[in-house]
């Protein structure tokens, strides 16, 4: 809103006006920081020309009412510039507001405005001649640093001396000469700005503008047009702003329609993880704010401003002073607000540390101050709260553990291509749709879609039927009882007595399972992982280990080279030595080494290990063989169990099992009628770089789970398939016969929907701009040579990478692991520093991003570990 | 939009005018049922004033371009009548159109307005005489059944016996005077219309006007203002129209600040589950189509008009037939998203049956034709695809099984208050601000605020300690978990070495608990409930059920009167008869009963068998105790699992544990430091009609475990709760001490954004009507004189209600039980019929609503039940 339509020049007569060059010249975003000692708001409206200007100007007059406050305007886009220009709007008004009301104090009044297009900084002119500009240090597109400044000192009835003074800044960072969306004037004007620029030169405004001072600040930040109008790059604005989600004033719309309006802009808002915190709009007689309050449940205050007069007689002055009482409200609530939300910020570790029970954590060791307090996530990112030498801040962090590898949304910003908001629309869509429905025996979209998508997908060429339920853990042990059914029929074990118990006596049903592998913490699928720290009496007193388990052989990169280790067994067998290093990680993967030595010697090895089985106890039997496929990392690994793995055995499992061994056995199996399990809870999904880990060991199981990455990062699913020759073994006149499993959510709307969202976003290429379509694999994310430079540092004892992996196991000094660990977790508390969110791991640390993340996202997380780790 | 301006009167003059009786006088709405037999559409504008009714006259202009066709265009709403008739204006542009364009077949054409207010239909005057109105059959408010009527036969260029006719129907539903928002002008005019009121009269003209029509019809209804205006009742209009959930068609902004206004309608409608199937506009040359097409990711067709010319020359005629082939694009897009739609519903059993794996479900026992296709829920309601005498329908059925009891939601519709789209409005939030972020060592606000309300709530009195998990099963493995640690501590069977196993051999922990329950379906749930057919050899061979169960007392109504039954054991020790019959149900719960004799029974049978339990093997322990408080229905009742049951064992087991008897027990196992769990996944938040179900038994656990209705309905999630004490057997200076279990998406945001959402939403009673504040109990739902006289019909063995629950057992003849549960199913198929979904369970029916359903709802669900047991 801007009612002024004198001409710019005029101010340059008034005041004392000066070029001013611009310390902000081509800032790019790093990362999102900004301070939380004072208010930061952002103001939003309904639609173009609803009095957000006059909102801000309200404000600045209501909050400099007394010495030693500083008022912060910033008006990031300006169309129509110079004839529209908010930020000399709202120094005008306050100019003539404290004029009118002369208080005792004074106020140093400013307006600057950075940078414009060309077209609009050629539109500027001070009394007729054309001002310098910078066109040597244009910031590319047609924009240049303009640098006009006025300011004005308004003396109060006081000297300032006595009563001191306040503050007014107010700046425009962009101008475009067109009074067109910011999108299209943008373009015209050949004056883009790029969403990084944009929000870098507005998160150093906040910055140079909030240190050292001593006093009180507030600061707004006006959008331009409604909430969901485009930038200057496209992007819509709610999606541009929101790495910051500075809370919110909603300008809403008092006419007929109004309603409507600002309650769908307040859901745009909402829709996008804002919190609103007034919602205020000019009274037209319609009595608005009666539904508006409603909807809101008056949890959201609304406030009405009184008509703006048509005639601007008296210059709106009479207007401000009639509002005036409404903008007090409003400060103070934004004031009351913000002391609100800082004031839990800081409770927040405390109370996190009295009231919750973390899970794999030792509570004695995590003391109230390491708590980290997330205030939201954007993309890949969270969004932290610190403080730091006493001064609050939302800082930014990656995540880099993908908060147990769950994670797929990114954070480019591009236009309308953002997962994580998609993904809300969609969720938000699929509650007010669905809900959950009932499964067993009914239909609806999402879950069908869904399990077409699996089959089409992860399932492709041995999958028949989809098995819901809500974590790896319940997958696995749906999983478990389907192998093991399908092998009592294989093997005609099976009687036609289902309720009889005297099979029991018969035989005594094991999986095949590779040593340090872990299938989740629910006791089925504990079972079948050999015994550990985990397993121990005194943490799952009914564990008994039904299983046998294999030491598999693994594979690192040592010293800039790839090596297989194998287990003693195997060893000893001779193996010959050029099959055991690899120049190229793709020749590991390579189907030529089934023809090679060491394929026979896994296959000996693998069936003696299965001949031992029987012939050791004639009652026990291999109903199932469970492996995770391409799996590179053993249970140890597990973000929580790696630590406790690390102090207690001194050594961490950063191993990769040889995708070669796997499918020997696998094959081996096959021949023997084991039903045979993938899990890929983990692997699935492109967290090694392809949709299903199938594809690195070149064979299909007969059952395969997966979770995590399959909501995208968002809620709980799992899924179990199965090939129909497995269904078939539950198939008869007998509800005894079916499977008798189920949980409360099956199949729950919700998470489906983000499942057939999150599969179809990784695999499309117009999504997914790692995708390279052709081969159905991501592009390396990971600079290898980097790898391999971090591969050579003597801090460094082996390194995976892998898809969206990338493992590094430190130099740890035999039995020093314990010190070992401290070691890593001072290095990730330096990466923390960096802005990289990593879990201590002992001496094993790991990156994670996501399948779309940019391999110049995941090089600046390497640059950053490099650098930390050369300073060891 | 309606651009005439010509009074209503002159239609009378033009053509035949008669009264029209309406058939749709007080319409109410029983249920949604629409017919899926020809498209219907919603047009829906981002503003007022935007042209809805220039494209809903576009589209008459369009479909009528050959014989045997239907438009019917309604409008339920309409202000600013009569000089503002949108109904009249489509009928009019039509009219013009075709004398313009002459085409070969004629059309009937007609324009109705039923209703409207006492001051709108007074100012409807006829060449200047007043108009009759029955003001008699006035439908209260001040509104009235107006009736006006009139006609025309379009005479086409040829003989309408040679080339056919076509039909075009107008009608305005409601019209008031004044020519503002509809929930203001319905007051001002004291002509309120309730939303039920409107939908019913909606669904009227619907099903009247497609009755016996052969030939293609297309239906647009169309709405008043912008997508968030409130209706007559206040609701907004996004809102009221819900029920039907009809495909929508968004008329969008082509002005500055009209895309965001555009995207934000969008997001409003997608907030409420509706599909937009295209957004179309006016263009002002601002190029709105691009970020438009890019935000939609051309997934929604977006078109643009011709400008509309601001004189009217022509009367839009040159307009219209410009803009024709912009209209038929649209109506191409209507009509094969239609095909779409229809044909994906009726594949839709076929392709679940092919490739779902149900859980629960022998899939050979369900025909493909069995399935139920739910296309959405709107509060309790399922709206489900039905082909009635090869007539598609969507039809409404209550969700009466609570989808395996995790439904909070009601359809309530009132203004602003509609907890599923409240909900949705929350789930977009959390995702868009958190999705999910890392749990372990990290605190964010919506799992600290979910902590905090379960301390405060459900915890109140002695929990300290949140656990998070997936799911109901996962819940009580962790409490499973924490209860066996707690008793070797303070048993001091613990050792130092966490990782030795020799403690293993030195003891053998198992649970106590209740015959037949049923605790979840992971191996370690499984482990604490009786064997039964559901821990058989074939289902799950690793079972051996660490248990000692107990057959405990139950209670329920028979022939009017409560009554307990005894297990043998117990009713040898010959309790006196008074203490077993109840004549009411609160006598039940009394704590008065701890002082009779029956309690003194009770103690000693559970003391002897605990004694027997220590004395029968001395390396045996009892390490917990699990019930499930005030349970209601014992594992049998399950849904899936009952009819299991049923045919099994030919009885329901429908069967409320006697309360005093679960108080003895827990106080006995307290006596002797065994650790209590109550699983009230089931029973809390409201299930029993009290938050947690401890009030019933008046007695409170160390552990307890939710899920289910936690979330509202919507996702999974679940919380063990824990006790200071039973916390600190984990703390300790080895991470090994730490209590080992955890899911990926431990206190994912979206749940526990529901959660608190749920938790806050049902226990205030300005959300909660049912709730009683001071007893916080929620008053009783179902009419117990209704249950009463059900108890006493033939058909009927026993009644048990309780809070949101109503359970039947059917008279089974002994032996019968598998003719019983057939005949069961016949009546659930009626029951069907009646729009009642409930799961087949064998000889036992149950009811369940929601804590928020009114009783009015559950009246009409008894009444049905009632009618149809009648009948038996």
Redesign the interface.
């Known amino acids: 809103m801007s009612p002024s339509t004198t001409l710019f020049a005029g101010i340059f007569r008034r005041n004392s006006v000066r070029r001013f060059i611009s310390t902000h010249s081509r800032p790019a975003l790093s990362s999102i920081e900004y301070p939380l000692s004072h208010p930061i708001y952002t103001i939003w409206a309904?639609?173009?020309?609803l009095g957000k200007t006059l909102v801000s100007a309200g404000l600045s007059a209501s909050f400099l009412s007394s010495a030693h406050r500083k008022f912060l305007y910033l008006k990031p886009v300006q169309t129509g510039f110079p004839e529209d220009s908010d930020s000399r709007f709202v120094y005008n008004k306050y100019s003539e507001f404290f004029s009118q009301n002369r208080p005792e104090f004074s106020v140093f009044a400013s307006n600057h405005v950075l940078k414009a297009s060309v077209s609009a900084s050629e539109a500027v002119s001070v009394g007729g001649f054309e001002i310098e500009r910078d066109k040597d240090v244009s910031c590319g597109n047609g924009v240049v640093n303009l640098g006009l400044y006025e300011e004005s000192k308004l003396q109060g009835s006081e000297n300032w001396e006595m009563k001191g003074f306040s503050k007014l800044v107010c700046k425009t960072m962009y101008g475009w000469k067109e009074a067109?969306?910011p999108?299209?004037v943008a373009e015209r004007e050949n004056a883009r700005v790029e969403d990084d620029e944009l929000l870098g030169m507005l998160k150093g405004c906040l910055g140079s503008e909030s240190e050292s001072e001593k006093g009180e600040i507030l600061c707004v930040i006006e959008t331009a047009?409604?909430?969901?109008?485009?930038g200057p790059s496209?992007s819509?604005q709610c999606d541009l702003y929101?790495p910051f989600?500075f809370p919110a004033v909603l300008v809403g719309d008092g006419r007929?329609?109004g309603?409507?309006?600002t309650?769908?802009?307040y859901?745009?808002l909402?829709?996008?993880?804002y919190d609103v915190v007034a919602v205020i709009f000019e009274d037209h007689g319609?009595?608005n704010e009666g539904?508006l309050s409603?909807?809101?449940?008056r949890r959201v205050p609304v406030l009405v401003l009184p008509p703006i007069p048509k005639e601007m007689s008296n210059n709106l002055m009479e207007w401000f002073q009639e509002a005036l009482s409404t903008f007090h409200s409003l400060e103070e609530i934004m004031q009351s607000d913000f002391l609100e939300r800082t004031s839990?910020l800081h409770n927040?570790?405390r109370?996190?540390h009295?009231?919750?029970?973390?899970?794999?954590?030792?509570?004695?060791?995590?003391p109230e101050e390491?708590?980290?307090?997330?205030?939201?996530?954007c993309g890949e990112n969270?969004a932290v709260h610190k403080v730091n030498n006493n001064v609050d801040l939302i800082t930014q962090q990656f995540?880099a553990?993908a908060?147990?590898?769950?994670?797929g949304?990114d954070a480019t910003l591009q236009?309308?291509?953002w997962f994580?908001?998609e993904?809300?629309?969609d969720?938000?869509?699929?509650?007010?749709?669905?809900?959950?429905?009932?499964?067993?025996?009914?239909?609806?979209?999402p879950?069908?879609e869904c399990?077409?998508l699996l089959?089409e997908g992860v399932g492709k060429g041995w999958a028949?039927?989809?098995?819901?339920s809500?974590?790896?853990?319940?997958a696995i042990?749906i999983a478990l009882?389907m192998a093991?059914?399908k092998f009592?029929f294989d093997h005609k074990i099976?009687s036609d007595d289902?309720?009889?118990?005297n099979?029991?006596s018969r035989v005594d049903?094991k999986v095949l399972a590779l040593r340090g592998s872990y299938h989740g913490?629910?006791?089925?699928?504990m079972?079948a992982q050999a015994?550990s720290?985990?397993t121990?009496?005194?943490?799952?007193?009914?564990y008994k280990g039904?299983g046998h388990f294999l030491d598999p052989p693994t594979v690192a990169m040592r010293d800039g080279v790839w090596k297989l280790s194998l287990p003693q067994e195997i060893e000893t067998l001779k193996p010959s030595l050029e099959d055991l290093t690899f120049s190229l990680r793709e020749n590991i993967f390579k189907e030529s080494r089934d023809t090679s030595n060491l394929a026979d010697i896994y296959h000996s090895y693998i069936w003696k290990t299965l001949q031992l089985i029987i012939d050791s106890s004639g009652s026990t039997r291999t109903?199932a063989l469970i492996i995770e496929p391409g799996k590179t990392l053993t249970y140890a690994q597990q973000c929580?169990?790696l630590?406790?793995f690390a102090?207690?055995q001194g050594a961490g499992g950063m191993e990769m099992v040889d995708p070669l061994f796997q499918r020997v056995l696998v094959k081996e199996c096959r021949n023997q009628k084991i039903p045979v399990i993938f899990d890929e809870v983990f692997t699935g999904f492109w967290r090694l770089g392809a949709e299903s880990a199938t594809e690195f060991i070149r064979c299909k199981p007969d059952i395969a789970c997966f979770?995590?990455l399959m909501t995208?990062?968002?809620?709980?699913l799992a899924v179990t398939l199965?090939s129909e020759a497995v269904?078939e073994a539950?198939?008869?006149?007998?509800?005894?016969?079916?499977?008798?499993?189920?949980?409360?959510?099956?199949a729950?709307a919700?998470?489906c929907t983000a499942a057939v969202k999150s599969i179809k976003w990784f695999k499309d290429s117009k999504t997914n701009h790692n995708l390279i379509s052709e081969a159905m694999l991501l592009r390396e994310l990971w600079d290898l040579d980097m790898v391999r430079q971090i591969s050579l540092l003597p801090a460094v004892h082996r390194v995976v990478v892998l898809g969206t992996l990338c493992a590094l196991e430190l130099q740890a000094e035999g039995s020093n692991a314990g010190y070992a660990s401290l070691y890593a977790r001072s290095l990730l508390q330096k990466l923390r520093e960096d802005g990289i969110?990593m879990?201590p791991l002992g001496n094993v640390i790991y990156l994670m991003c996501g399948p779309c993340t940019s391999p110049q996202s995941c090089s600046n997380l390497l640059n950053k570990v490099y650098s930390r780790l050369e300073e060891l």
């Not at 909402?270 to 993880?273: A, E, F, K, N």
């Not at 409603?294 to 449940?297: E, K, V």
């Not at 121990?536 to 009914?542: A, C, E, K, N, T």
Request: glycine share 10%; with cysteine; net charge positive.
């Open positions: 309904a639609n173009t020309s067109l969306s999108h299209l047009g409604g909430v969901a109008s485009p496209g819509l929101r989600r007929l329609g309603i409507s309006g309650i769908s802009a859901e745009s909402t829709l996008r993880g319609l009595v539904p409603s909807y809101l449940r839990r927040m570790p109370k996190a009295d009231i919750f029970w973390w899970p794999f954590t030792q509570h004695k060791l995590v390491n708590v980290t307090v997330i205030d939201s996530r969270f995540d553990c908060s147990w590898w769950t994670q949304p236009v309308s291509l994580q908001i993904l809300a629309r969720m938000g869509y699929a509650t007010a749709r669905y809900g959950h429905v009932m499964f067993p025996e009914n239909v609806y979209e879950a069908l399990a077409e089959l028949s039927r989809v098995y819901f809500d974590n790896g853990s319940t042990e009882k093991l059914r009592l099976v289902l309720v009889a118990k099979a029991e049903l913490d629910t006791l089925g699928a079972e015994p720290p985990y121990g009496f005194y943490q799952q007193p009914w039904r109903g929580g169990y630590q406790l102090v207690i979770a995590k995208g990062g968002i809620v709980p199965a269904f539950f198939v008869g006149d007998s509800k005894l016969q079916a499977l008798l499993h189920g949980h409360s959510y099956t729950h919700v998470g969110y879990r």
